[in-house]
């Protein structure tokens, strides 16, 4: 799936309508996650599902919007932890398409 399909995708799961600011923020969401998934990977280009996995990424930081900072809070006799960064399980899916970098070393 290209971007323009996942962020399509998001759209739907979110029931947002494409012209609205709600849309904006989705769209920009994939974009960093893109870039976040890009970056972990090494890489310049999706490539694979990797699309995916930056589809799911944005879900996290969506229904993170608003609690930016936090890694826990308490509300009543109910505690939320936050993960920080890539969630794990992302992590290990997206571990097959790292690639090493080696920098030359100067004497």
């Known amino acids: 799936m290209d971007n323009d399909a996942q962020i399509n995708s998001l759209l739907t799961r979110f029931g947002v309508d494409p012209s609205t600011d709600e849309a904006s923020i989705l769209k920009d969401?994939?974009?960093d996650a893109v870039a976040q998934v890009l970056d972990y990977t090494n890489r310049t280009k999706m490539t694979g599902t990797m699309a995916v996995y930056a589809k799911q990424l944005a879900v996290i930081a969506y229904n993170r919007?608003?609690?930016e900072g936090e890694t826990q809070r308490n509300e009543g006799?109910?505690?939320r932890y936050f993960e920080k960064g890539i969630p794990l399980d992302i992590q290990q899916s997206l571990?097959?398409?790292r690639r090493v970098v080696f920098k030359?070393?100067?004497r």
Do not use: G
């Open 77 to 79: 006799s109910v505690s």
């Open 29 to 31: 969401l994939y974009t």
């Open 95 to 97: 571990n097959r398409y």
């Open 65 to 67: 919007m608003n609690t």
């Open 104 to 106: 030359k070393v100067s």
